[in-house]
């Protein structure tokens, strides 16, 4: 028996993951009162909540389809992981979640430590589920290390574009170094170690 799809919009009920276009994150974290707001007079983005911020970025983002699939997994995944792995609006993310959530995207589909709120099974699914499906999932696999470099570069040309508009007051980005670490078994080999 299939399961019925999505409607867009539709509130956050019971943590449940949905994309981008499905999502309504209930009022305290959808951004409209992050800590991290610039002062509305100041901002040239015309926006209330996270959602609508990310939707402009996306649209200034180009027309380019891969792009603009590349750029909304990612605004997605992180929206995703503030609001049910640490319950904060994105606009509310200071400079411990963004740090952590790099980190923590070098664990998904590795392990889970106990610190998390939800699994790896709530963030990972099959790959190819349509986004109108209840089965959908942000990630399909572990992210080689390519992955969790471009995911680490676009997010933090998310929060450049918020803060340089004025969405935001600070960018928490900015203090965290770019280069991202290579795990155990990932990079090339050391070449001629034994000579």
Known sequence: KQKAGRRLGQPLKNDEIRPLEFLAPPKGLD???GTNRGDRQDCALNVNTDIEAIRLWLKA???N??????????AERFLLWCLLEKRVALSSA????????????????RETPENWI????????PKNTPRESPDW????SSLAYTSRKAAS??????FSFLHKTGYLKFNPF????AKVRFLPGEGKPKEFADR
């Open 31 to 33: 951004g409209s009162s």
């Open 94 to 109: 200071r400079l411990d979640e963004c740090a952590d959530y790099l980190k923590w995207l070098e664990m998904i589909g």
């Open 118 to 125: 939800y699994p790896q099974e709530t963030w990972i699914g």
């Open 153 to 158: 570069t676009i997010i933090r040309q998310l």
């Open 65 to 74: 389809a891969n792009t603009q699939a590349a750029y909304r997994r990612e």
């Open 137 to 140: 999932k942000p990630f399909n």
């Open 174 to 177: 900015d203090q965290i170094p």
């Open 61 to 63: 983002k180009g027309t």
